[in-house]
């Protein structure tokens, strides 16, 4: 069965930001106009919008500068992504225990 779903927005203002960018030749100019003034709200000198939570967990590694055979200590109670993120970019994820009481490493 074929059907057709809608998007919800928040009000007017969101509409007609999205359709701006639809039919912009230019996607990119709103992107980097809301980085710069979410940096600037934040208070720090950059950020970086993502298009999903996958590239969000694998930004920061790819700008530590993650190498292949590099070890990364991750917690051994931890969402999957996480460490398939590191085997992407062929760095070795090291598993360690938590503290049952805080579930710090």
Known sequence: MAY????????????TAVLEVLNSSNVYAPI???EEEFAAYEGT?????????TSAIHAPYFAAGLK?????????????LHV???????AIPVFCDIDPKSACI
Request: charged fraction near 15%; glycine fraction near 10%; avoid cysteine.
């Open 4 to 15: 057709a779903s809608r998007l919800l927005f928040s009000g007017q203002k969101e509409k």
């Open 68 to 80: 292949p055979g590099d070890e990364v200590i991750v917690s051994a109670y931890t969402w999957h």
């Open 84 to 90: 398939s993120q590191i085997l992407a970019l062929h």
């Open 45 to 53: 000198g950059f950020a970086l919008a993502h298009n999903n939570g």
């Open 32 to 34: 980097q106009a809301f």
